[in-house]
């Protein structure tokens, strides 16, 4: 009799820390923003496609600005707010 084993299923890509604290940046209404969840990005906050050379999950999050503001981006890539700051690089 035989028994077949599970395999267990791959762990997901962890994102790169690029930085332990946020990213101060001025952004513009109307503009669109890909900010990099990678980390691998060298125009960080901001994707630079670097991604491509990692697995599926880790694709820039794509967003729209509604409004000129001054606003604090992740730079740890495990903000629970992303792309903004929500201070959980304070735990790492």
């Known amino acids: ?40 990005s060298k125009w960080q906050p901001f994707c630079d496609g670097s991604h491509t050379g990692s697995k599926a999950g880790l694709k820039p999050k794509v967003f729209t600005q509604d409004k000129d503001q001054v606003a604090f981006l992740c730079g740890c890539k495990r903000s629970a707010k992303f792309p903004f700051c929500d201070g959980t690089h304070n735990k790492l």
Request: charged share 10%; hydrophobic share 40%; glycine share 8%.
């Open 1 to 40: 009799m035989s028994t077949s084993a599970s395999t267990p299923a791959p762990a997901a890509e962890e994102p790169v820390i690029a930085q332990r604290g946020p990213y101060k940046v001025q952004l513009l209404a109307g503009y669109r923003y890909a900010w990099c969840a990678c980390g691998m």
